[in-house]
């Protein structure tokens, strides 16, 4: 009877372990979503908004969700506070801290945090050509994501089942 429960117990480990992998993977790809529509709204302001980035970072403090919310407001501060950092250092220094632990891939993260590389002209609907740059790289990462789902999540469940079945066996 014990072992029966310990096989059980087990099996439902292992099962509940890959069942966290798949969510893992959801949710990156909600946060692909999340960022490309972060991007798609910076670019809409600067275009149709005129507004300069402190402002939009000041907008999307009180609207964005976290922890975008958060990472926003520590940028528009420390622009106010003017101590001589760039703007390139303080957004990539609030973006790292922001996407800390998001179940992103190191590329997906550094389109995020380098934007302000597409920030040196003065122009903004070049900037905003620019900026489409990185709309095309989140869209490329987000089809091949959704693409790449359904093929992971059931090679991480099958693995996580014969991982269960193979201790099983080992400890029996």
């Not at 709204?41 to 922890?67: D, H, T, V, W």
């Given at each position: 009877?014990?072992?029966?429960?310990?096989?059980?117990?087990?099996?439902?480990?292992?099962?509940?372990?890959?069942?966290?992998?798949?969510?893992?993977?959801?949710?990156?790809?909600?946060?692909?979503?999340?960022?490309?529509?972060?991007?798609?709204?910076?670019?809409?302001?600067?275009?149709?908004?005129?507004?300069?980035?402190?402002?939009?970072?000041?907008?999307?403090?009180?609207?964005?969700?976290?922890?975008?919310?958060?990472?926003?407001?520590?940028?528009?501060?420390?622009?106010?506070?003017?101590?001589?950092?760039?703007?390139?250092?303080?957004?990539?220094?609030?973006?790292?801290?922001?996407?800390?632990?998001?179940?992103l891939q190191r590329e997906e993260k550094n389109i995020l945090r380098n934007l302000p590389e597409y920030l040196g002209t003065m122009d903004e609907k070049q900037q905003a050509a620019d900026i489409g740059q990185s709309l095309?790289?989140?869209?490329?990462?987000?089809?091949?994501?959704?693409?790449?789902?359904?093929?992971?999540?059931?090679?991480?469940?099958?693995?996580?089942?014969?991982?269960?079945?193979?201790?099983?066996?080992?400890?029996?």
């Amino acid at each position: 009877m014990l072992k029966l429960a310990g096989i059980l117990l087990l099996m439902t480990g292992c099962i509940g372990l890959g069942i966290d992998k798949v969510t893992e993977e959801k949710r990156r790809i909600r946060e692909l979503r999340e960022i490309r529509r972060i991007v798609t709204r910076i670019q809409n302001e600067m275009i149709y908004g005129k507004r300069a980035l402190p402002e939009i970072c000041l907008l999307f403090s009180g609207c964005m969700e976290e922890p975008y919310r958060s990472a926003f407001a520590g940028i528009f501060r420390k622009l106010e506070e003017n101590d001589g950092a760039s703007l390139d250092d303080i957004w990539k220094e609030q973006m790292e801290k922001c996407m800390q632990n998001l179940p992103l891939q190191r590329e997906e993260k550094n389109i995020l945090r380098n934007l302000p590389e597409y920030l040196g002209t003065m122009d903004e609907k070049q900037q905003a050509a620019d900026i489409g740059q990185s709309l095309d790289l989140i869209a490329a990462h987000i089809g091949q994501a959704e693409a790449e789902y359904g093929n992971r999540s059931r090679v991480i469940m099958s693995i996580s089942v014969m991982a269960g079945i193979f201790i099983v066996i080992l400890l029996l």
